[in-house]
């Protein structure tokens, strides 16, 4: 039989596990700038892993540094480029040539500071 968790248990799972996926997106990045890809791009897949299997999307920050179609590691200006075009962030990956355009936005608080 499944004991069912309880929410406070839940609770303390997800901030595990987000603590997880933080420390695994610094190693990638640290791992990265050692030219060590392949250890990158398998601390993506675990990180990813737990933020599915915990229901945690990724921060907006790590969004960045990964690949949408491929899903590797982005170190921007090794293995991704990072460009600005008619009002988009243009992030490309290196390995599938997959482009993500991020549409640039002004945000109402900042117009108002
Ligand atoms: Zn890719």
């Known amino acids: 039989m499944v004991r069912r968790r309880t929410l406070k248990e839940k609770t303390f799972q997800r901030r595990v596990a987000r603590q997880r996926?933080?420390?695994?997106?610094?190693?990638?990045?640290?791992?990265?700038?050692?030219?060590?890809?392949?250890r990158?791009?398998?601390?993506?897949?675990?990180?990813?892993?737990?933020?599915?299997k915990y229901l945690i999307p990724l921060p907006r920050e790590y969004k960045y540094l990964v690949c949408k179609k491929c899903h590797r590691f982005l170190l921007p200006g090794v293995t991704g480029r990072v460009r600005v075009s008619r009002g988009k962030i243009v992030i490309s990956c290196m390995y599938c040539d997959h482009h993500r355009r991020i549409p640039l936005r002004e945000k109402p608080s900042a117009i108002l500071k």
């Open 21 to 38: 996926i933080d420390l695994l997106f610094h190693l990638a990045e640290k791992e990265a700038k050692k030219h060590r890809f392949d």
């Open 40 to 52: 990158a791009d398998r601390y993506v897949q675990l990180a990813r892993r737990i933020g599915m």
